[in-house]
């Protein structure tokens, strides 16, 4: 059954009213009718199976059927500060990381950083990424994107809640994942990934003084796009839910 998020505000106790481009999915590429069903998600764990009852071309309306909590996110909270990489790459990184059951995701600028941003523009591109993700994966809540692009202290600051902070560091050749030994196993986990040419030295210094731990990933050494869906799926094999 095709499945749709919306926001709290669209679904009333008995009525769930999509709009844009959902409307336009459901109207003219899957051509649903009154009568058809549908799942909506709000994106906070609940599920409401959805009968049509009225479809223009601008908005969707449909009755709410029943209604369920659903949970299949990740125990582990992982809070991800990727640097902005070049091309296509940082959109491939977003679909991965979604998939890969990442709580949110923050687009950094650190040192290093190639790729030539145009401000925050491209925040609610990266929104959308995010959703048709979590739909195609059938995840019950939706990540959480960064309302802004951060450097790397601001990232940090943010962090102090975290149970495991970690910035995987290519240069780091002593500690791996399996020498992280926390006392009890974590709740949530802020996690640092650097940009093509990784991170410099003060900048592990800075993630550091906010009680960072430099973490390597073994003997070679990843593509930009490729650390942090290593580094996500070990921590998620570790302490979420992948096994």
Not at 123 to 141: L, P, V
Not at 173 to 197: F, K, M
Not at 210 to 227: K, M, S, Y
Request: aromatic share 6%; glycine share 8%.
């Amino acid at each position: 059954m095709h499945r749709f998020f919306a926001a709290k505000e669209s679904i009333a106790s008995d009525t769930v009213i999509l709009y844009g481009s959902d409307a336009s999915h459901i109207r003219t590429v899957l051509r649903l009718q009154v009568g058809d069903k549908i799942q909506v998600l709000d994106g906070e764990g609940s599920l409401y199976l959805v009968q049509l009852v009225e479809v223009k071309s601008k908005s969707i309306k449909g009755e709410v059927i029943s209604s369920e909590k659903v949970n299949n996110e990740s125990p582990l909270k992982i809070k991800l500060g990727q640097s902005l990489i070049k091309g296509n790459k940082f959109d491939m990184v977003l679909r991965k990381s979604v998939e890969l059951g990442v709580y949110s995701i923050t687009p950094l600028i650190t040192e290093r950083t190639v790729t030539k941003t145009d401000g925050d523009k491209k925040i609610n591109r990266w929104k959308k990424i995010a959703e048709e993700s979590s739909k195609q994966c059938g995840r019950s809540s939706l990540p959480k994107i960064s309302e802004v692009i951060m450097k790397l202290d601001t990232f940090c600051q943010q962090s102090s809640d975290s149970d495991l902070k970690l910035i995987f560091w290519e240069l780091e050749n002593r500690n791996g994942l399996g020498d992280i030994n926390p006392n009890t196993p974590p709740d949530s986990a802020s996690v640092l990934i650097g940009p093509e040419g990784g991170f410099t030295l003060q900048e592990v210094e800075t993630a550091r003084s906010h009680g960072f731990q430099t973490v390597g990933l073994g003997p070679r050494i990843f593509r930009a796009e490729t650390a942090p869906i290593v580094a996500l799926s070990l921590l998620q094999s570790r302490w979420g839910d992948i096994k």
